[in-house]
């Protein structure tokens, strides 16, 4: 037993070193990071290799004599995992690699405010098999799926998701129902600290942002935190719901604001609805009337919008300090139009807010970053447990 679990552990650790490398690392350069020996390296990766965990890549141009080292690389187009997420305006699902690649997508645009859980639960398992079974996903191996959804969730269950009128669903006993999600792992989080997860992974391989506080929502506001690339606050969602947090008291452009929750000020349907726009207006369209200047209850809605956001952030700030705050979703688009409301009210409320206060940055994910995280999510866990997850039986021996 003792020798099993050693094993776990050493197979663990190298995949860890393959899959946490800024670029593709040879069988040499593992042995110096991990202390274990050339054998156990060399044997670990070949299971990983036949597992079809991890890749080859070519080797560089040879620069003296000997054999040429072919890096290794996490596995493309081998084992996937399915991201879910259901918002107010959206069902989405996703298929991502092991080498984070999403090899399918599907987003079906729809209203499900007050909605019907059975109903909506029907229409993402549907969805769901569409992309488990269409031809994006012939030849992968589906390691399991997560849903993400914006509200409290507790194990399999969602608590409340206000915006979407639910309390107390069992969601995963219902979509565990069906044949093939039912039949791989099956995990439930909050939409906030999945997208970002999300955002951290990817700015890990373009930007190298380690450490943010995450503000994202479109109709429902969430906050998260991010520390050297981990997430600190609570996945379930029972934390960083800023979206509910009552706003106002102060005076914008010589009127005073409305107590409100932050949602109703900057949730794109509250601030089509000020605005005096259709419901269906994307929020692209509304960022284009606003670089226009051409709807003055615009101008006013993003102004208290700006107000809003920049109180609730600065609270923020003096409980956790981090160097950056990304925005995501319909935050990320309204930001060049609220920006500079959020750091006058940093610059204000923060103790050397005058003299050092965190970055305002866009999201670098898409609107869906949750169920992109979501999976990312089931892949570290299959890594952490690679031996259970990804290699077949037989692949260790030898």
């Known amino acids: 037993m003792r020798q099993q679990s050693l094993r776990h552990s050493n197979l663990a650790l190298v995949a860890s070193h393959i899959f946490t490398a800024d670029e593709p690392v040879s069988r040499a350069q593992i042995v110096a990071a991990s202390g274990l020996t050339r054998a156990t390296v060399s044997r670990l990766v070949e299971a990983l290799l036949a597992a079809a965990v991890v890749e080859e890549r070519e080797p560089p141009p040879s620069r003296g004599a000997g ?7 996490p596995a493309a187009g081998t084992h996937v995992a399915l991201g879910l997420e259901v918002n107010t305006t959206s069902l989405g699902g996703c298929l ?6 999403v090899v399918a997508e599907r987003i079906v645009d729809g209203d499900y405010f007050a909605s019907d859980p059975t109903a909506v639960l029907a229409d993402l398992a549907t969805l769901a098999v569409a992309l488990l079974t269409g031809p994006s996903a012939s030849g992968l191996r589906h390691v399991g799926s997560h849903v993400s959804l914006p509200g409290a969730v507790d194990r399999g269950t969602i608590v409340v998701a206000r915006k979407l009128g639910w309390h107390d669903v069992d969601i995963l006993g219902r979509l565990g ?9 099956l ?14 992974r990817y700015r890990e391989t373009s930007s190298g942002g380690g450490s943010f506080a995450w503000v994202s929502g479109d109709n429902s506001v969430g906050s998260s935190i991010i520390v050297d690339g981990q997430l600190i606050t609570d996945v379930k969602g029972w934390d960083g719901n800023v979206g509910s947090i009552p706003v106002g008291g102060t005076v914008v452009g010589g009127r005073p604001l409305q107590r409100h929750a932050l949602d109703d000020y900057v949730g794109r349907r509250a601030l089509l609805r000020r605005a005096g726009l259709p419901p269906t207006t994307t929020i692209e369209e509304l960022a284009e009337i606003a670089h226009a200047g051409t709807v003055p209850a615009l101008q006013t809605a993003l102004s208290d919008a700006g107000a809003a956001l920049g109180d609730v952030v600065a609270t923020m ?6 160097p950056v705050v990304v925005f995501g979703d319909t935050l990320a688009a ?3 139009f609220v920006g500079d409301q959020v750091d006058v009210a940093l610059r204000q409320r923060l103790p050397a807010g005058h003299v050092v206060r965190p970055r305002l940055e866009a999201s670098i994910t898409s609107s869906h970053a949750a169920m992109r995280g979501g999976a990312l999510s089931i892949l570290e866990e299959a890594l952490a447990d690679a031996e259970r997850w990804l290699v077949r039986p037989g692949d260790l021996s030898g």
Do not use: C, K
């Open 317 to 322: 700030m003096t409980l956790v300090s981090t």
């Open 334 to 336: 309204i930001l060049p």
């Open 96 to 101: 991502v690699d092991l080498a984070g690649n």
């Open 187 to 200: 995990r439930l989080g909050s939409v906030g600290p999945m997208s970002a997860l999300a955002e951290s």
């Open 67 to 73: 054999r040429p080292v072919r890096p290794l690389a």
């Open 177 to 185: 129902e069906n044949a093939r999600l039912g039949a791989r792992p």
